[in-house]
């Protein structure tokens, strides 16, 4: 079961998608010091203390992440901070 769990639609190519999230990534990879790789569709990320992914579709974006012990302190913060970013560019 994921800690964070947010879809959000949108209207964006796949390809306009896929590039907004890497955009996404990029800003929570600085962030949060994760890194990441695409498979397939889907961003793969991870750090220590948290393993994700967000899935990209015609339709929808889908984040989840599995917090380690000590992240679930501040899964609030990390789960508005990805919601800005998606505000930015699925807005």
Same mark, same amino acid.
């Given at each position: 079961? =994921?800690?964070?769990? /947010? &879809? !959000?639609? *949108?209207? &964006?190519? @796949?390809?306009? =998608? &896929?590039? %907004? ?25 991870? !750090?220590?203390?948290?393993?994700? *992914?967000?899935?990209?579709? =015609?339709?929808?974006? *889908?984040?989840? =992440?599995?917090?380690?012990? @000590? @992240?679930? %302190?501040? !899964?609030?913060?990390?789960? &508005?901070? /990805? *919601?800005?970013?998606?505000? !930015?560019?699925?807005?």
């Amino acid at each position: 079961m =994921a800690d964070i769990d /947010i &879809r !959000r639609p *949108h209207s &964006r190519s @796949l390809k306009d =998608a &896929r590039a %907004a999230i890497e955009r996404v990534a990029e800003h929570i990879a600085a962030k949060f010091d994760v890194e990441y790789g695409w498979n397939g569709d889907t961003m793969e990320f991870s !750090r220590s203390g948290v393993d994700g *992914h967000i899935a990209v579709t =015609a339709k929808e974006v *889908h984040v989840t =992440a599995t917090l380690g012990f @000590l @992240l679930m %302190a501040i !899964r609030g913060p990390i789960e &508005r901070e /990805i *919601h800005q970013y998606l505000d !930015r560019e699925f807005g």
